[in-house]
Structures are given as C-alpha cells and as structure tokens.
C-alpha cells in the first residue's frame, strides 16, 4: 500500500467496530476505493496521462479506447482511486491497489500502531489521525470529490505519519536515508536505493539479540533476513518492476514523496531525487541511537525547519489547553487517554495552527508539574516500568489567561 491516504479508510473502520478481521478490513477498502464513477469527456490530460502509462495492462483495454480515442461524446466509468491518483496534486501516481491483493492491505495499519494486531480493532493512534482528517476527506472516500481529495496529505497528517513510520522503522530508515545521501547523485532509482537494504537489515540483525525480543519483533526481524536474502539473490538480474527488492524498497520511498523528503521527476516512474527536508531531517537526527531523544526533543522542531515555518515555543499556558483539549478529545470510556498520543497531536495542532512548539519530552513534564499543582484536575496511571502512561482530566480546565491564538 504505496499511498497513505488510504489508511484514513482503515482508520475510520476500525473505529466504527469493537473489533474487526483482515477480511472484512481489506475487503471492504478493496470495495471502497475500486468503485467506479461515470467521467464524460473531454477528459482531463492528467487523467489522460495516466490511463495511458498507468493502466497499459490488456484488461483496461476498453477504458483505454474510451479515454484515449478522444470521441467527443465518450465516457467512461473509472475507478475512484484512479481518479484520485491521477490528480496532477499527488506526488506520485503508483499506488493503486489490486483486488486479489486484499488480505496484505491492512497491515500497513498493524505496523504503524493504528491497528490492533490479532482483534484488528482501532488504537488510540488511528483516532489521532482521525481528528487530522477532515470529515469531508472521508466522505470523498463514499462519493467522488476532487476538491477533497483523500489521497492527499496534509502538512498535519504528513507530521504525524512521519512519526510513526519512524517510530517504528527507525532501524531500516535511518541508515537507508544516510546511504541514499551518500550518493554521487541526488537524483535515484529503485533499485540503487534497495541494493543498501541487504547490509542495512544484516546490520540491524547483528545488533539486536534474538534471545531479548518479543514474539512480533523476532517474526519481523526474521522476514527481514528473508527479504535481505531474496534481493541478494536478484543482484545482477534483469528487473521485473516486482519481487522482494521491491516490494521492501518501495514502502520506505513512496510515502516520504508525501512528506515531502523526496520528488520524483516523473509522478509515474520510479525514480526519486533528494530535496533540502531530508537533508534537515538527518542534521536533526544524528544517529539511529539518538531516535528516542530526536522524537521526544526535537520532532517539531524539525518540522518546523522543513516546512519554513517561524516559531515561538509554546508558553505553558498554551501547552496545558492543547493538551488537555487533545486529551478529552482521544479519551477512553474511562477518560483515560495516552500521554504519547496525546501530546502528539497537541504538539502537531499548536505548530501547524499556532505557529508554536510543544515537544513531546515537554508535555510530559508540564503535564507532571501541572499533576502537581492541581491533582483535582489531572490524573496519571503508569506503565510496568513505572512511567507515565495515560492522562485523565478530572473536570473542565479554565482558559489561559492569554488565548492560545495569540
């Protein structure tokens, strides 16, 4: 699954049941976005370009005739992810999902925390992309709206994704993007890029003891040494456009064309060439050992370097209405929220909306002193470890003395 935004239907169906499976999750967004709408001509030459690089295989053959020909009073239904793909905004045009494919979609969401492995039901950070997302994204999802389209990531949801693939693929992305600098040229194929993966995953394997890792950590570490073996294996071969090497590259590309990280020359193709972000992202994350302390201290700060955005930290005030606006809103029938996700999109609604910066590392601290200060109003409960887990705010807080808007 190349394009995220089709995590956003993931999200919102996970959080309409208890629980789910990967049948009813895949299907139902192979059946989502699959559905076709009825396109006159004349055809936009964006939609045109796509059908014709894009859709090239024999089973396209009549949408082919009917958008290529250029009949005046010709129409064609397409599928809605097409559409949405093919709109000159996205980044990259790759991406459409197959239906046969429908049971390996939804574990994209697994592997970003959005997704409960075993139940499949919705984690409080599927509900922190949630409140990014606009409903009118989602209801473009149901019915075709260009104006609004899904695919498309905003400056908020692009921050808040980017951490999560980070947070969780920190090991692999981190040495990936420092050999991808490394090279002679900033403009890369594919296949340059995944012949890094064999050395990065055999690396990262040698370092963590197999005997100290969970269940799920040792499985994906062990498909890790699997797919470093099959790309060693394709070295030399001519390319196929499909097998391990990509498959295992083109996840930990396409999405940072998204965030900004990449461009390709050609939306179609798959070639990438590096651009200023990135190279601001790895001055700001030295090392893979530094990937606690660059999410805790300096995330947005980072964020705010790449997207050129003049900032001010945010006053305590600020932080504590942030927070606990972004607490009641991800609460538990309990009332309880994560502190993490929490401050997550405290700290993304303050930067993009208020010019100002709440670090994650901050938000704890502020949310201890103010535990501190006021026990009537927050409360705590802690992890096995003993650190602050989850926040619950006993009753409504007062407005800072000076408005958040500010």
Same mark, same amino acid.
């Given at each position: 699954?190349?394009?995220?935004?089709?995590? %956003?239907?993931?999200?919102?169906?996970?959080a309409?049941?208890?629980?789910?499976n990967?049948?009813s999750?895949?299907?139902?967004?192979?059946?989502?976005?699959?559905?076709r709408?009825?396109?006159q001509?004349?055809?936009?030459?964006?939609?045109?370009?796509y059908?014709?690089?894009?859709?090239?295989?024999?089973?396209?053959?009549?949408?082919?005739?009917?958008?290529?020909? &250029?009949?005046?009073?010709a129409?064609?239904a397409?599928?809605?992810?097409d559409?949405?793909? +093919?709109?000159?905004? *996205?980044?990259?045009?790759?991406? &459409?999902?197959?239906?046969?494919?429908?049971?390996?979609? $939804?574990?994209l969401?697994?592997?970003?925390?959005?997704?409960?492995?075993?139940?499949?039901?919705?984690?409080t950070?599927?509900?922190?992309?949630?409140? @990014?997302?606009p %409903?009118?994204?989602?209801?473009?999802?149901?019915?075709y709206? @260009?104006d609004?389209? $899904?695919?498309?990531l905003?400056?908020?949801?692009?921050?808040?994704?980017?951490?999560?693939?980070?947070?969780?693929? +920190?090991?692999?992305?981190?040495?990936?993007?420092?050999?991808?600098?490394?090279?002679?040229?900033?403009?890369?194929?594919?296949?340059?890029?995944a012949?890094?993966?064999?050395?990065?995953?055999?690396?990262?394997?040698?370092?963590?003891s197999?005997?100290?890792?969970v269940?799920?950590?040792?499985?994906?570490?062990? &498909?890790?040494?699997?797919?470093?073996?099959?790309?060693?294996k394709?070295?030399? %071969?001519?390319y196929?456009?499909?097998?391990?090497?990509?498959?295992a590259?083109?996840?930990?590309?396409?999405?940072?064309?998204?965030?900004?990280?990449?461009?390709?020359?050609?939306?179609?193709?798959?070639?990438?060439?590096?651009?200023?972000? *990135? @190279?601001?992202?790895?001055?700001?994350?030295?090392?893979?050992?530094?990937?606690?302390?660059f999410?805790e201290?300096?995330?947005?700060?980072?964020?705010?370097? *790449?997207?050129?955005?003049?900032?001010?930290?945010?006053?305590?005030?600020? !932080?504590?209405? !942030?927070?606990?606006? +972004?607490?009641?809103?991800?609460?538990?029938?309990?009332g309880?929220?994560?502190?993490?996700?929490?401050?997550?999109?405290?700290? *993304?609604?303050?930067?993009?909306?208020?010019?100002?910066?709440?670090?994650?590392?901050?938000?704890?601290?502020?949310?201890?002193?103010?535990?501190?200060? +006021?026990?009537?109003?927050v409360?705590?409960?802690?992890?096995?470890?003993?650190?602050?887990?989850?926040?619950?705010?006993?009753k409504?807080?007062?407005?800072?003395?000076?408005s958040? &808007?500010?």
């Open positions: 699954m190349q394009r995220l935004g089709y995590l %956003k239907v993931l999200a919102q169906q996970t309409r049941t208890e629980t789910s990967v049948a999750l895949g299907q139902r967004l192979i059946s989502t976005v699959t559905k709408v009825k396109v001509s004349p055809f936009d030459p964006a939609l045109t370009d059908v014709r690089i894009r859709l090239f295989d024999r089973v396209y053959a009549d949408l082919r005739k009917q958008v290529l020909d &250029k009949q005046p009073a129409s064609a397409i599928e809605l992810q559409l949405y793909l +093919a709109d000159p905004r *996205i980044p990259s045009t790759t991406g &459409k999902l197959i239906e046969s494919d429908w049971r390996f979609y $939804p574990y969401g697994t592997g970003l925390d959005l997704i409960k492995p075993g139940t499949w039901s919705v984690m950070r599927s509900l922190v992309f949630l409140a @990014l997302t %409903k009118e994204e989602l209801a473009a999802f149901e019915q709206d @260009l609004h389209n $899904p695919l498309l905003s400056k908020e949801q692009t921050a808040f994704l980017l951490y999560c693939f980070i947070d969780n693929d +920190a090991e692999i992305l981190h040495p990936l993007f420092l050999g991808i600098l490394k090279f002679s040229n900033p403009e890369f194929d594919e296949r340059e890029a012949d890094l993966l064999p050395g990065i995953i055999k690396a990262a394997s040698t370092t963590f197999k005997g100290s890792l269940v799920e950590d040792k499985e994906r570490l062990a &498909k890790l040494e699997a797919i470093a073996a099959n790309i060693e394709q070295r030399g %071969k001519p196929t456009g499909s097998g391990a090497r990509e498959g590259i083109r996840v930990r590309l396409e999405p940072y064309c998204d965030f900004g990280l990449f461009v390709k020359p050609d939306r179609h193709r798959f070639s990438y060439k590096t651009t200023p972000a *990135i @190279l601001r992202l790895m001055v700001d994350w030295p090392g893979l050992d530094a990937t606690d302390h999410l201290n300096r995330f947005f700060t980072t964020l705010a370097g *790449i997207h050129g955005l003049q900032v001010v930290e945010a006053s305590d005030d600020n !932080a504590r209405a !942030a927070l606990h606006e +972004a607490g009641e809103q991800l609460s538990s029938t309990l309880y929220s994560p502190i993490k996700d929490a401050s997550l999109l405290a700290g *993304i609604r303050l930067l993009f909306k208020h010019g100002k910066v709440l670090e994650l590392g901050r938000s704890r601290d502020i949310l201890r002193s103010w535990q501190k200060a +006021a026990p009537d109003i409360r705590f409960t802690v992890d096995r470890m003993g650190e602050l887990a989850y926040v619950k705010f006993l409504p807080v007062p407005p800072p003395p000076s958040i &808007k500010t």
